[in-house]
Antibody, heavy 118, light 111 residues
């Protein structure tokens, strides 16, 4: 089955760290650019970061630049998001999503909840 | 400024037609980047509805259609059904952000 499964979410104190994982199956993971997208409670979808097939091109939203690091392991069909210096406003559901041809995201995971609170 | 503007809410009766607009700028939609649309129900994964401005992935009913002109795009839903009630988002690439940009989302209520 073609799917993405996120894990690693949880409750963390402000200033803390968390590492999210996204496990892909059912498709050739190494041929797709991948993204992290989040939904903050009561707000809309926000693109967080993207990583190209061979990790050559990496981009971040301004709101997470310098605090979050995206990476991938094509041998394990997995993508990661290392989140440091977490803030209350980082609370939300984090989705991993596959890029298709022109930046459209045609496959999404179910999301993992990150809660930053003291 | 790198923003995609959508109306916060739209509504319609079953069987009616509604449209949702998405207005961008010269760094995204106006620069020629494609607009894509998603349907999102709380607690679920977003679903790609329209890609490349006008195209439907397999499995999406032809009641959903997209269009684009200049710096704006629209999603039209005809023959409204109760299970169309969801949040709808437009998305495009933004050259200033060097990443994807989502609209603020539009909540569709089926009366």
């Amino acid at each position: 089955e073609v799917q993405l499964v996120e894990s690693g979410g949880g409750l963390v104190k402000p200033g803390g760290s968390l590492r999210l994982s996204c496990a892909a199956s059912g498709f050739s993971f190494n041929t797709f650019t991948m993204n992290w997208v989040r939904q903050v409670p009561g707000k809309g979808l926000e693109w967080v970061s993207s990583i190209s097939r061979a990790s050559i091109y990496i981009e971040y939203a301004e709101s997470v630049k310098g605090r979050f690091t995206i990476s991938r392991d094509n041998a394990k069909s997995s993508m990661f998001l290392q989140m440091n210096s977490l803030r209350a406003e980082d609370t939300g559901v984090y989705f991993c999503a596959r890029d298709a041809k022109d930046y459209e995201m045609d496959l999404w995971g179910q999301g993992t909840l990150v809660t930053v609170s003291s | 400024q790198s923003v995609l503007t959508q109306p916060p809410s739209v509504s319609g009766a079953p069987g009616q037609r509604v449209t949702i607009s998405c207005t961008g700028s010269s760094s995204n939609v106006g620069a020629g980047y494609d607009v894509h649309w998603y349907q999102h129900l709380p607690g679920t994964a977003p679903r790609l509805l329209i890609y490349g401005n006008i195209n439907r992935p397999s499995g999406v009913p032809d009641r959903f259609s997209g269009s684009k002109s200049g710096t704006s795009a629209s999603l039209a839903i005809t023959g409204l059904q109760a299970d169309d009630e969801a949040d709808y988002y437009c998305q495009s690439y933004d050259s200033s952000l060097r990443g994807s940009l989502f609209g603020g989302g539009t909540k569709l209520t089926v009366l």
